[in-house]
């Protein structure tokens, strides 16, 4: 059994300094590894990268994130990694870890992902530059994610991204930004995998639950979603124990 | 002049492209005579500064604000992936 938290769009700053502690302190009795979903920061600055390690750093069960479209902010992305990794957190941009977790490899990929929407709405890759150049990046992205996906040998596969593989997380945004908060692409990705969960944010106004075309269970680990430090998942379990009193 | 709709959209880019708020979760509702915010933020600061930004760009408009906090405790369940 391996024990999963997990949150995304934390956008830590000065004054969430110490907000998620409490609860984070209580991670090693609760999971073996928690995963944020991006969105780390307000700005994407190196000083609120800093408060982001000072909040997430140094808790006792491995961290492993990805950023999202506010750590572009300020153009720093590389910088800001640095800070995160120097906290000893690991931060994949199309790239894969495995955890060894009670005699279990977990293997997480992850990306931060991009827009361009679903089957129905979705850009296309012709027309301007600029169009192209949209599409090209949501496509990148996904590239690279199903590479890294595929790069890892393990007992439990998951995606970790910002942007959303699914519409059905995103039921409760309006319509009109699904392709700003999104793309098929992604989904298509964890589905060569395949996964046995992806894990993704950017949407607070979305839904929890959903699943990929190909039946990958999805989860919008956005903070105001999930409205809680984290959530915690199961896999590979033997029995089901939906209690996380003694969870180790 | 800046028709209700496009007031709205103001308000949107206010709230993201502001270098003391840069917030894309929060809901703008216009009622008869006054603004409704809604969504959640992470900290009392950033709530109060919305609220501030907005009186001070459109001194005009009555604003009502129903953003909350992010709660932030620990789980209680967890929940079997199959």
């Given at each position: 059994?391996?024990?999963?938290?997990?949150?995304?769009?934390?956008?830590?700053?000065?004054?969430?300094?110490?907000?998620?502690?409490?609860?984070?302190?209580?991670?090693?009795?609760?999971?073996?590894a928690l995963l944020i979903a991006g969105d780390l920061t307000r700005h994407g600055t190196v000083d609120e990268a800093k408060c982001f390690a000072e909040e997430f750093g140094g808790l006792g069960v491995p961290v492993v994130v990805v950023l999202g479209n506010h750590d572009h902010?300020?153009?720093?992305?590389?910088?800001?990694?640095?800070?995160?990794?120097?906290?000893?957190?690991?931060?994949?941009?199309?790239?894969?870890?495995?955890?060894?977790?009670?005699?279990?490899?977990?293997?997480?990929?992850?990306?931060?992902?991009?827009?361009?929407?679903?089957?129905?709405?979705?850009?296309?890759?012709?027309?301007?530059?600029?169009?192209?150049?949209?599409?090209?990046?949501?496509?990148?992205?996904?590239?690279?994610?199903?590479?890294?996906?595929?790069?890892?040998?393990?007992?439990?596969?998951?995606?970790?991204?910002?942007?959303?593989?699914?519409?059905?997380t995103l039921v409760g945004e309006p319509l009109e930004i699904y392709a700003f908060l999104g793309c098929y692409q992604l989904g298509r990705s964890i589905d060569a995998a395949p996964a046995a969960l992806a894990l993704h944010g950017h949407a607070h106004h979305g839904s929890e639950?959903?699943?990929?075309?190909?039946?990958?269970?999805?989860?919008?680990?956005?903070?105001?979603?999930?409205?809680?430090?984290?959530?915690?998942?199961?896999?590979?379990?033997?029995?089901?124990?939906?209690?996380?009193?003694?969870?180790? | 002049?800046?028709?209700?709709?496009?007031?709205?959209?103001?308000?949107?880019?206010?709230?993201?492209?502001?270098?003391?708020?840069?917030?894309?979760?929060?809901?703008?509702?216009?009622?008869?005579?006054?603004?409704?915010?809604?969504?959640?933020?992470?900290?009392?600061?950033?709530?109060?500064?919305?609220?501030?930004?907005?009186?001070?760009?459109?001194?005009?408009?009555?604003?009502?604000?129903?953003?909350?906090?992010?709660?932030?405790?620990?789980?209680?369940?967890?929940?079997?992936?199959?």
């Amino acid at each position: 059994m391996i024990r999963i938290a997990a949150v995304g769009d934390v956008h830590v700053d000065k004054d969430v300094v110490g907000r998620y502690r409490p609860a984070l302190e209580e991670l090693p009795d609760r999971a073996d590894a928690l995963l944020i979903a991006g969105d780390l920061t307000r700005h994407g600055t190196v000083d609120e990268a800093k408060c982001f390690a000072e909040e997430f750093g140094g808790l006792g069960v491995p961290v492993v994130v990805v950023l999202g479209n506010h750590d572009h902010q300020s153009d720093q992305q590389d910088e800001l990694t640095k800070v995160i990794e120097d906290a000893g957190i690991t931060v994949l941009e199309g790239t894969a870890t495995v955890l060894e977790i009670h005699g279990h490899r977990l293997g997480i990929a992850g990306t931060k992902g991009f827009g361009g929407g679903f089957a129905g709405a979705c850009a296309s890759n012709f027309g301007e530059r600029e169009m192209k150049d949209f599409v090209g990046t949501a496509e990148r992205y996904a590239d690279d994610l199903e590479r890294a996906l595929k790069s890892v040998e393990c007992d439990a596969l998951v995606a970790l991204t910002h942007y959303a593989p699914v519409p059905e997380t995103l039921v409760g945004e309006p319509l009109e930004i699904y392709a700003f908060l999104g793309c098929y692409q992604l989904g298509r990705s964890i589905d060569a995998a395949p996964a046995a969960l992806a894990l993704h944010g950017h949407a607070h106004h979305g839904s929890e639950r959903g699943r990929t075309p190909g039946g990958v269970p999805v989860r919008n680990v956005a903070h105001p979603v999930i409205k809680q430090a984290y959530n915690v998942y199961q896999l590979l379990s033997e029995e089901v124990d939906t209690t996380l009193i003694g969870a180790r | 002049m800046t028709s209700d709709t496009d007031l709205e959209a103001e308000i949107q880019r206010l709230l993201t492209e502001h270098d003391r708020i840069a917030e894309q979760g929060i809901t703008v509702q216009r009622r008869d005579h006054l603004i409704v915010l809604g969504g959640e933020v992470e900290s009392p600061q950033r709530r109060d500064e919305i609220c501030r930004q907005i009186t001070a760009h459109f001194p005009d408009l009555e604003i009502t604000c129903d953003i909350g906090i992010t709660r932030a405790q620990a789980p209680s369940e967890v929940e079997e992936i199959s």
